[in-house]
T-cell receptor, first 117, second 112 residues
Framework: AQKVTQAQTEISVVEKEDVTLDCVYETRDTTYYLFWYKQPPSGELVFLIRRNSFDEQNEISGRYSWNFQKSTSSFNFTITASQVVDSAVYFCALSEAEEAAGNKLTFGGGTRVLVKP | KAGVTQTPRYLIKTRGQQVTLSCSPISGHRSVSWYQQTPGQGLQFLFEYFSETQRNKGNFPGRFSGRQFSNSRSEMNVSTLELGDSALYLC???????????FGDGTRLSIL
């Protein structure tokens, strides 16, 4: 069975501070995908990134960066120089990579980020 | 390009009733998945459809059902509503299997 754990339920920072969200996962699959989604107050889940289990290179996209470490089963997400618009709930998720498994996502509990001006 | 459209946005029902929620995927997307989000259980997978066939089903009772039409639009139905069915129901679509999913704004269902 797959499991995703986001130990931080809520993080509060002041604007321009960096914030790192932790994500630890469990799976027996050898190939899998890891995701991060953002959920603003409107409710929609906004896709941020998908990583394949074979690709452990860190990725940077603007103020966002992701650190994937297979050895520790972690896929952490850092927001650099946070802004008020970053306030949202962030979800880490996992899915099998086999096509037969389809698109089923297993989500973590989410981390609420509050960025204060 | 229009995103995933879910209707209605809000719905209020009473126990014992049934409800149908609708989801129009992004144009060209063939896979549609449904998720339930509650404060207690978080985000949980309900089911996934691809080319009008259910490919995956989560651990929910038979009162929860769905279907997909030839134009990829999907509906989910919940019968004999219970208080615990109050939740945000999210629909997601993807171009194909094993492609990133894009979510709609959800339907917030309240059971009185």
């Amino acid at each position: 069975a797959q499991k995703v754990t986001q130990a931080q339920t809520e993080i509060s920072v002041v604007e321009k501070e960096d914030v790192t969200l932790d994500c630890v996962y469990e799976t027996r699959d050898t190939t899998y995908y890891l995701f991060w989604y953002k959920q603003p107050p409107s409710g929609e889940l906004v896709f941020l990134i998908r990583r394949n289990s074979f690709d452990e290179q860190n990725e940077i996209s603007g103020r966002y960066s992701w650190n994937f470490q297979k050895s520790t089963s972690s896929f952490n997400f850092t927001i650099t120089a946070s802004q008020v618009v970053d306030s949202a709930v962030y979800f880490c998720a996992l899915s099998e990579a086999e096509e037969a498994a389809g698109n089923k996502l297993t989500f973590g509990g989410g981390t609420r980020v509050l960025v204060k001006p | 390009k229009a995103g995933v459209t879910q209707t209605p946005r809000y719905l209020i029902k009473t126990r014992g009733q049934q409800v149908t929620l609708s989801c129009s995927p992004i144009s060209g997307h063939r896979s549609v998945s449904w998720y339930q989000q509650t404060p207690g259980q978080g985000l949980q997978f309900l089911f996934e459809y691809f080319s009008e066939t259910q490919r995956n089903k989560g651990n929910f009772p038979g009162r929860f059902s769905g279907r997909q039409f030839s134009n990829s639009r999907s509906e989910m139905n919940v019968s004999t509503l219970e208080l615990g069915d109050s939740a945000l129901y999210l629909c997601a679509s993807s171009l194909d299997l094993n492609q990133p999913q894009h979510f709609g704004d959800g339907t917030r269902l309240s059971i009185l």
